[in-house]
């Protein structure tokens, strides 16, 4: 049997002697320095997530906030529409820039994908804990930036309200942005390399799990788009501090110019928070239907459309805004291209679920949900890619409503749906099940009640970012803020489940779901190196090699009846 | 521009050759309502969508009508797919897994990559059909000016004559001409399906054509004593026009009425608009015209002494009497000098506590109106604070 050596560069070691018993790399060294000096991708992908989390938590204040707002029209919490105002554009700058953008790449990917390539860590450990120290600074930023008079010009940023404003946290927040998409450039750009460099050998381009593939696309996206935005921002600082006319009108700029920088990046932003959460999902529905994924080439493929067409549909954002005809109608055309690949997607995955063997498990909860939810996210997008019924949709709740189904109901279920199924790998316990589906389910009615009520709202004609409403109204907006404390419920029991995992749940094994791919190898919580043993890559999606275990209550890998491990088990794996 | 609509039209030749699904809803709407004279009425909202009232609501109505039943079809596709597998193939532990799955099956998948590329390019069609109608206002139009500013609207018609809500002909193309005084903004009206950004230092178009009169001929139905905006008489006869573009703090205030008036009642309305100020007589003004030019105030300012965006105006003859300068030093003659200057040059003065944020009035309000803005704060005490009623109405009678 021939082992194939570490992928990282340096000497194989192999330190199975040297290593006690119930060393990982949670204990491998103490201290708090251990921690803020660390360069391992482990450490730094946990600091990234309970950072992540914060915001999150933050952000999911201020849309409650938002919410019990709306319950009447006129003022209900706040009799200042400023403060609202502020509400929701801070609830939009933390969710999009400080969670959903860094959450599944630079919390779970920082994490997964060097344990998932069978390395021992990125290609640039140093970097990667710069780009985290990028998100912290800009996070600081974002929240001085209350203490120094608040931002209430919508996460969007548009000119000239956000040139003129006399709000003072405008310039912070901007600055905040700016650093955080350096954060996103070199986590994308350390990706890049990685996957480019460190894959070990065996591990061809269609070998690498799905999630990488996702991954690497997203991070295309990041080290490309995200510099766009850094200009336009620097550019929109340099006109508030020096008034230097670029999209101001009244000193010669032009405001649509604007929307067409922020949306350049913007929109292919999207993908960077959808395409990671498909790559998630792609992992989750393999490894619980027990079979391999269905037309894994097609998927890799539309991968890479989705992250082709994001940087070529950005104008469907101004079909209202004073963009030609001709313009709206080719941005229109194209933007309908992006189905394509989405749609080819959701159809692999169901028919990765035909002939598998399917467990039910809280991942598996969550990859359903988020099958459903992204189905909706998705075909809205339809009705706003028309040009004649966007007219009518555009602004309104409608839209509210389209991209909370892709960026929370999608992306955020995904990220929530990952962490449920690489929890017992990161922290070594499991979580309660039971407890656990019981969250996903309320997270996922409160969700539905929450957000398809807007797009009840938007299409009969309720504009968003609106303080005060027609009365008419009320009705949808007392469900759909009944529907937000719902979800607040779910996700307390989530913090609940996972948290008391730390307290009574039972000791991971290192492959509870029965995966195939290299990162449940590795015991769980994974060693400071990752990987005792030099991995060895086998079919990442081949799982009639792997069997329960009732004694570890997990599953193990046989991989001497993988062919493609051990060339000499092909009659083994054949008789299975 | 000309160049623009060449190739537009040579698309549309080209699209509808394409259309094979657009050959019945997009241009229906927008023709039935014109072959047919005088159509029943608007549309009664449905489920998804709000009062249809414009020529063009058909057509995208029925453009989202066919998306939706794609989407119904999809949305039951993957859910009974789905429940359908996970209860099928649902394991159990201790079972083998299954091997007799397939991995790839390449027809199927170029099959349903094809089918979604089909129907996408349908939606477009139909999409793009129906656009045309709304992107392209018919020559014969009538043109009203509009000035959108933080927080109010400003409508102006040929003959000079201005209003703060919409009055518009009925059964005839009305084209209006936006333009925004600060910052963008974006003009809604859900029951005709249009909307329109307006970016400061541009121009832009939206049009549309209501058929249907509804409203108060030649008389403006809302009380312009009251001090709060409760809106017309009969809610269902007006329309609701909203700001859709984030514009500060006053962006949910921006909503007005759209009154669709038949032709002959319509010319009545807009001669005595741009006449109604100047049928007052001088001493009449501040009871009459002061509430009335007011309602375009108090998006911003208060009767009652409550905090609004700026200052209120219960006692502000004594406070600007009282203090001869504001709060940076700057100097002012007499106290009407402080009003009529914010009005027309709202930065100069700054009361401290408020951001400069006020639309200068200058060109929309002339001299007699200023007028009547400071007689009604001179006798703001002879109305009541929380309704607006004039109090000695009956004596000045």
């Not at chain 2, 201005?162 to 910052?183: E, F, K, N, Q």
Request: charged share 15%; glycine share 8%; net charge neutral.
């Amino acid at each position: 049997m021939t082992t194939i050596p570490l992928p990282s560069s340096g000497p194989v070691r192999d330190t199975i002697e040297a290593r006690p018993e119930g060393d990982n790399y949670l204990t491998h060294t103490r201290g708090l320095f251990s921690w803020i000096f660390t360069l391992d991708h482990k450490r730094i992908g946990v600091m990234y997530m309970w950072s992540v989390l914060g915001a999150f938590l933050l952000g999911g204040i201020f849309a409650l906030l938002v919410r019990t707002e709306l319950l009447t029209p006129g003022p209900t919490i706040t009799e200042d529409a400023n403060t609202y105002n502020q509400w929701f554009t801070l609830h939009g700058a933390i969710m999009v820039f400080l969670v959903i953008i860094p959450s599944i790449p630079a919390a779970l990917g920082n994490f997964i994908l060097p344990v998932m390539l069978g390395a021992k860590d990125v290609a640039f450990p140093r970097l990667n804990l710069f780009s985290y120290y990028l998100w912290v600074a800009g996070a600081i930023l974002c929240v001085a930036s209350l203490a120094m008079g608040g931002f209430d010009t919508g996460w969007t940023f548009y000119t000239p309200y956000s040139t003129t404003t006399t709000a003072g946290g405008v310039i912070p927040v901007l600055t905040a942005a700016f650093v955080l998409g350096f954060s996103s450039i070199f986590t994308g750009l350390n990706f890049v390399v990685t996957v480019h460099k460190l894959r070990p050998p065996g591990m061809t381009w269609f070998r690498m799990p799905l999630f990488l593939w996702a991954l690497y696309a997203t991070a295309i996206i990041q080290v490309l788009a995200t510099p766009v935005l850094g200009i336009t921002l620097l550019l929109l600082i340099v006109e508030r501090t020096v008034n230097i006319g670029i999209f101001n009108p009244a000193m010669g700029g032009d405001p649509v110019l604007y929307q067409h920088f922020f949306w350049f990046y913007s929109h292919p932003a999207v993908y960077i928070m959808i395409l990671p959460a498909m790559g998630i999902i792609s992992e989750i529905i393999a490894v619980n239907s027990h079979r391999s994924i269905f037309g894994y080439r097609f998927i890799a493929f539309s991968s890479i459309a989705i992250a082709m067409f994001s940087f070529i549909v950005w104008g469907h954002h101004m079909f209202t805004s004073g963009q030609s005809a001709l313009l709206n109608t080719l941005f229109s055309a194209i933007s309908f291209s992006v189905a394509i690949p989405s749609a080819v997607k959701v159809f692999n995955w169901i028919a990765t679920l035909y002939k598998g063997s399917v467990s039910l498990t809280t991942p598996m909860w969550y990859a359903l949900a988020f099958l459903f939810l992204f189905t909706i996210g998705g075909l809205t997008g339809l009705h706003l890619a028309t040009l004649s019924t966007d007219v009518h949709l555009h602004d309104t709740y409608f839209v509210v409503a389209h991209f909370h189904y892709v960026m929370m109901g999608s992306a955020l279920i995904a990220m929530i749906g990952g962490l449920h199924h690489w929890w017992p790998k990161i922290f070594g316990r499991m979580y309660d099940e039971r407890l656990g589906t019981i969250a996903c389910w309320i997270i996922f009615i409160g969700f539905n009640v929450t957000f398809f009520t807007q797009f009840i709202l938007g299409s009969k004609g309720m504009p968003r970012r609106y303080y005060d409403y027609q009365p008419e109204f009320q009705i949808y907006h007392v469900i759909s803020t009944i529907g937000s404390y719902t979800m607040a419920f779910g996700f307390v029991l989530t913090a609940v489940s996972l948290f008391g995992s730390f307290f009574t749940g039972r000791k991971a094994p290192a492959n509870p779901w029965g995966g195939r791919s290299l990162e449940w190898q590795c015991t769980s919580p994974p060693p400071f190196d990752n990987f005792a043993k030099a991995p060895r890559v086998g079919d990442c999606y081949d799982f009639s090699v792997v069997h329960w275990d009732e004694k570890t209550g997990g599953y193990w890998v046989d991989e001497s009846a993988d062919p493609e491990v051990n060339p000499g088990a092909g009659g083994a794996k054949a008789a299975l | 521009m000309s160049m623009t609509s060449q190739i537009i039209s040579h698309a549309a030749s080209k699209a509808s050759a394409l259309a094979v699904l657009a050959q019945s809803g997009a241009q229906s709407g927008a023709q039935s309502a014109a072959q047919s004279g005088a159509a029943p009425g608007p549309t009664a909202p449905t489920f998804w969508m709000p009062t249809g009232a414009s020529t063009i609501s058909g057509g995208v109505d029925h453009t989202l009508d066919v998306i939706n039943w794609i989407c119904y079809f999809f949305v039951a596709l993957v859910v009974g797919l789905t429940v359908y597998f996970v209860v099928k193939y649902r394991h159990r532990k201790g079972e083998r897994f299954r091997t007799d799955f397939p991995h790839h099956n390449t027809p199927l998948e170029v099959t349903w990559s094809i089918i979604p590329t089909i129907i996408v390019i349908g939606i477009f069609v139909v999409g793009f059909r129906s656009y045309l109608d709304i992107y392209t206002a018919p020559k014969n139009a009538f043109d009203i000016k509009v000035t959108a500013q933080k927080w109010a609207w400003n409508f102006q018609y040929p003959n000079g004559a201005t209003s703060d809500d919409l009055y518009v002909p009925a059964g005839r193309p009305v084209r209006l001409i936006l333009r925004s005084s600060d910052v963008l903004h974006s003009l809604y009206i859900p029951d005709f399906r249009v909307k329109r950004d307006i970016v400061p230092g541009r121009y832009s178009y939206a049009w549309f054509q209501c058929d249907y009169p509804s409203g108060q001929p030649g008389k403006n139905p809302r009380d312009p004593n009251a001090k709060k905006v409760e809106g017309p008489e009969d809610p269902a006869q007006v329309y609701n026009l909203h700001c859709t573009e984030y514009c500060g703090s006053g962006h949910s205030k921006m909503n007005r009425y759209v009154y669709v008036l038949d032709e002959a009642s319509f010319s009545q309305w807009m001669i005595d608009q741009s006449q109604w100020l100047d049928k007052i007589p001088e001493e009449e003004l501040f009871f009459k015209a002061g509430p009335k030019l007011f309602a375009r105030c108090q998006q911003c300012h208060s009767l009652d002494g409550s905090q609004g965006i700026g200052p209120s105006w219960q006692g502000i003859v004594e406070r600007v009497k009282a203090y001869p300068n504001v709060g940076d030093g700057k100097k002012y003659g007499t106290w009407e000098d402080y009003v009529r200057t914010s009005i027309l040059v709202p930065g100069d003065y700054v009361v401290p506590g408020y951001g400069n944020v006020m639309p200068s009035f200058k060109g929309q309000l002339n001299d007699k109106s200023v007028d009547a803005l400071i007689g009604y704060m001179e006798h703001l005490s002879d109305f009541d604070p929380k309704t607006g009623k004039y109090l000695k109405a009956d004596a000045a009678k």
